[in-house]
């Protein structure tokens, strides 16, 4: 016994001066009454150290893996509690076998989630290398950064960084061994590292100059792609914005963190899906080339729908079959006990009854936003006439008649009573003086709804109403009289419509603008071309049933017409048709969803708001 004693205290010795032991391992030991199982543990330490001892000459403290990271009080396990599925995804994305990895699918996956916890262990591994400038041979001075990129720096900033930022300032061990200064809100500096964390706006330049090891780029597959772009020199070339990006930052990366052929740090690339081709798609590709090459591929997928992912029991066990179109044959939704062709069985769904009438209102929509599956080609962007149609005759036109041309046409407000007289007034116009119409709307907003989406989600949203819808038409190789339009709207101020924004598309706008913000009206412009949230918002309002407005046979037939473009990601109208309308329309319906100011005067919440928003009044 006495022999067993001495060798337990020679084993106590040397822990006791591991650089990496000390009296914490040497007092749980202690707690072993059997001295030789104490002696185990002891030999088994040891042989930790000795595996480790590459981690532990360059780490001040021998990292945890990702299962612990997430699970550990003193690390994340008391902030979140990811779904099982993302939990399992964010492990193997920071296994060390990848440098990239790719968060795509459909909403309500969790993708978000899975890409911020795993750039924040990544940035745990950075923080504890005792010299990460001497490891990756770079001036001592210069920044390490990781990055949150979005189309906007606003989105990148208000979604991504500050729910980073949140949830470090909510870990016990960042708060002990990473401090930063809290009072900094625009990016995340530490102490003792010359480590940030900072968003960025979506531009090839924004990173410029930056030592970029990692981060996280969303709505990689809504950025712009355009083809013959005032950017590139070929009228016939195509310019990709994320393409750009990606390259700028890849590059960066490979310049200054590659290390035994392998990049180092993870970049996280995260996008809903938009359209058959796009980047995630392209990442996937890449994947599956590396696969066929080397057996193994540097770039993790994760591409989920929701009820792959959330918890058991949130969805019906009841499904219904839809076939999602193959680019030749349109998707559609089966029958009961229908079988599917052969040929269409790789691109057929299961979906839980939950999602039904989603899928049976908007069957391209559903499939992108629900089931996560990119559709191929050209598709009317609001597939479902009906919803048009109704939406479209419940109110009066204030106009009388719709259209004019301020030459041989005029047009007449009869005096009847104003709606909702107290609901402050949006008006947009789509401005022209030759070849197009010119469009002008003017809205407001009446109240607010619950809308379902389904799988337990849940939307407060406004109902627009639409005053009037005003059609001017250019005739005889006339140019629109702009100033009649500027009187047009102090004519419908002084008849007692509370007027409070007014917006152009930006065409021959500028003197309008003056005017009417010498005026006291809000006015600037919001662009229809520049982003699709405009009429995303309208597209939701019309499949939700939350827009109405009069009848007009021009408003819908452009709503009919007009489809979603993927190469340029915008609305567009036919060859031969037009959208002018659709356009005052769409910024009215934007306009009035994504004040603030709507929802305080309706006493709702504006953090309930689930609204694409960009630039506006």
């Known amino acids: 016994m006495e022999d067993i004693w001495s060798v337990l205290a020679e084993f106590e010795g040397e822990l006791m001066h591991h650089p990496y032991a000390g009296e914490g391992i040497v007092s749980k030991g202690g707690e072993i009454d059997d001295p030789l199982k104490r002696m185990e543990y002891y030999i088994a330490m040891l042989k930790v150290f000795d595996e480790n001892q590459e981690r ?363 709606r909702n007289p107290k609901a402050k007034r949006y008006i947009h116009l789509d401005l022209s003086l030759q070849v197009d119409y010119a469009g002008f709307a003017m809205g407001h907003c009446s109240g607010f709804t619950v809308v379902d989406r389904g799988g337990g989600m849940k939307d407060t949203l406004p109902i627009i109403e639409i005053d009037g819808l005003l059609t001017i038409k250019p005739t005889g190789g006339q140019q629109i009289p702009i100033h009649k339009l500027k009187k047009l709207v102090f004519a419908l101020i002084q008849m007692g419509y509370p007027v409070e924004w007014v917006s152009l598309d930006g065409f021959q706008s500028a003197d309008f603008i003056q005017t009417m913000r010498r005026s006291g009206l809000r006015s600037g412009i919001v662009s229809l071309d520049r982003t699709p949230a405009p009429y995303m918002n309208l597209k939701s309002a019309v499949l939700d049933g939350r827009i109405f407005g009069p009848a007009n046979e021009v408003i819908t037939k452009e709503l009919k017409d007009i489809v979603w473009v993927a190469v340029n990601t915008k609305v567009d109208h036919p060859p031969d048709g037009s959208k002018d309308l659709a356009d005052a329309v769409a910024g009215v319906t934007h306009g009035l969803s994504s004040k603030t100011q709507t929802w305080v005067d309706h006493g709702v919440d504006p953090r309930k708001a689930s609204i694409m928003t960009s630039e506006g009044v």
């Open 56 to 418: 532990i000459d360059t780490n001040k403290e021998i990292p945890v893996d990702a299962a612990t990271f997430m699970d550990d009080p003193f690390f994340l396990g008391t902030i979140a509690r990811p779904w099982p599925k993302v939990r399992e995804a964010v492990i193997e994305a920071c296994s060390g076998k990848y440098v990239e990895a790719v968060w795509t699918g459909s909403i309500g996956t969790g993708k978000t989630t899975g890409a911020i916890f795993t750039i924040i262990y990544h940035l745990y591994r950075l923080l504890l290398l005792r010299d990460p400038h001497k490891e990756f041979g770079m001036d001592p001075s210069s920044e390490i950064s990781f990055i949150m990129q979005s189309i906007t720096g606003g989105t990148a900033f208000t979604v991504d960084y500050m729910r980073l930022r949140r949830t470090l300032e909510g870990s016990p061990w960042f708060q002990e061994n990473a401090k930063h200064d809290g009072e900094r809100k625009s990016s995340i500096r530490f102490h003792d590292s010359v480590i940030v964390v900072e968003p960025l706006p979506g531009t090839e330049t924004a990173a410029i100059g930056e030592n970029v090891i990692g981060g996280i780029i969303d709505e990689v597959n809504h950025m712009k792609v355009i083809k013959g772009s005032s950017r590139l020199s070929d009228a016939n070339a195509t310019w990709d914005q994320m393409l750009e990006n990606y390259r700028a930052i890849a590059r960066r990366r490979e310049s200054r963190f590659m290390k035994d052929g392998k990049v180092l740090g993870m970049l996280c690339l995260v996008g809903s899906a938009n359209y058959a081709g796009q980047f995630t798609d392209r990442k996937k590709e890449e994947r599956d080339r590396q696969l066929e090459r080397d057996g193994k591929s540097s770039i993790f997928i994760y591409d989920k729908r929701p009820w792959e992912v959330q918890p058991d029991g949130r969805f019906s066990a009841a499904r219904f079959r839809v076939f999602c179109g193959d680019g030749t044959q349109r998707p559609r939704v089966l029958k009961e006990n229908e079988v599917a062709a052969v040929s269409e069985e790789p691109f057929m769904l299961d979906v839980p009854t939950d999602y039904r009438d989603q899928f049976d209102s908007d069957l391209p929509g559903a499939i992108k936003d629900i089931a996560g599956i990119a559709l191929h080609g050209f598709s009317n962007f609001i597939p479902n006439y009906q919803k048009i149609t109704d939406a479209f005759g419940p109110r009066k036109n204030i106009f009388n008649p719709d259209w004019c041309n301020f030459h041989e046409q005029g047009v007449i407000i009869p005096a009847h009573g104003i």
